[in-house]
């Protein structure tokens, strides 16, 4: 069984269940992903630079993100100022010539009072994703910041060719990498009984979102689900490091009822 976090998510005392893991994979040498799963902080980040650049990125992003959850109530902007840390961090530590031009992605999920209640805040730089189960549908909260992700949108090219681009690894927004790196953020309230999946791209370049699907739908544990979806990524090349955050707010509700299951998001500018 996952260990419990608790939430005052719905006016009363909500138990989260979380379940996290990571593996190198079966090609790179180190793994050069981070995560982060304390209190109400749950987050992937995926590094990139030469030699253990990307680790020491991915890093700095997730121990500046962990502070916050000794933090409370949180609001949307500290999560904007914790990733502005992080990145002023990384553009500090990356002076000596082996981390020059070191990198990550981040990509998240927290809870912030807004209105008077707390409500989910998901956060995301970069090509890590962040998705929402509920009632057997799955929902990718999370935008890419990717050159695909782009020309897709421009409708420049259709989905299948997106998943088989040359430039799908190209992303455009990372912290590291720009002096001001500006994140999305959606805030929504929280619904019992959904589950979230964070996760690096070693896991949605291996795996089709149907199938993360059919993970959870399988595992209720989020740590079984979290195992599961890191096998997968193995099964089918395991090409790049792989991260998976499980999140899942317990229900009370024996049955999750299929009607407006659909996520409430809206992107904040920040
Ligand atoms: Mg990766």
Redesign the pocket.
């Given at each position: 069984m996952s260990p419990a976090h608790y939430a005052d998510l719905t006016g009363e005392q909500t138990v989260i269940r979380v379940g996290a893991a990571t593996h190198v994979g079966r090609v790179r040498e180190l793994n050069e992903?981070a995560l982060v799963a304390e209190g109400l902080v749950f987050a992937v980040a995926?590094g990139m630079g030469g030699h253990a650049a990307g680790e020491v990125a991915s890093t700095i992003a997730a121990l500046t993100l962990r502070d916050l959850s000794s933090r409370h109530p949180l609001r949307s902007d500290d999560v904007v100022d914790a990733l502005r840390e992080s990145n002023r961090r990384i553009l500090k530590a990356a002076t000596a010539p082996e981390t020059d031009g070191m990198g990550t992605t981040v990509a998240g999920l927290t809870v912030v009072r807004t209105g008077g209640a707390d409500h989910w805040c998901v956060f995301n730089i970069g090509d890590s994703r962040v998705y929402r189960f509920l009632g057997n549908r799955m929902s990718q909260i999370t935008h890419d910041h990717s050159e695909v992700r782009e020309l897709l949108d421009a409708g420049l090219i259709t989905p299948d060719e997106a998943e088989r681009h040359p430039m799908r690894n190209v992303i455009t927004r990372s912290l590291g990498t720009d002096p001001a790196p500006v994140p999305d953020l959606w805030v929504f309230p929280p619904h019992p009984g959904e589950r979230f999946v964070i996760c690096?791209?070693?896991l949605s370049n291996e795996v089709s979102d149907r199938d993360i699907m059919v993970a959870l739908r399988t595992h209720d544990d989020p740590q079984a689900a979290a195992d599961a979806l890191i096998e997968a990524a193995l099964r089918s090349g395991g090409r790049?490091?792989v991260t998976v955050v499980v999140v899942a707010v317990e229900s009370d509700q024996d049955d999750e009822e299929e009607g407006d299951t659909s996520p409430r998001h809206d992107l904040i500018s920040t």
């Open positions: 992903d995926d690096s791209d070693g790049d490091n």
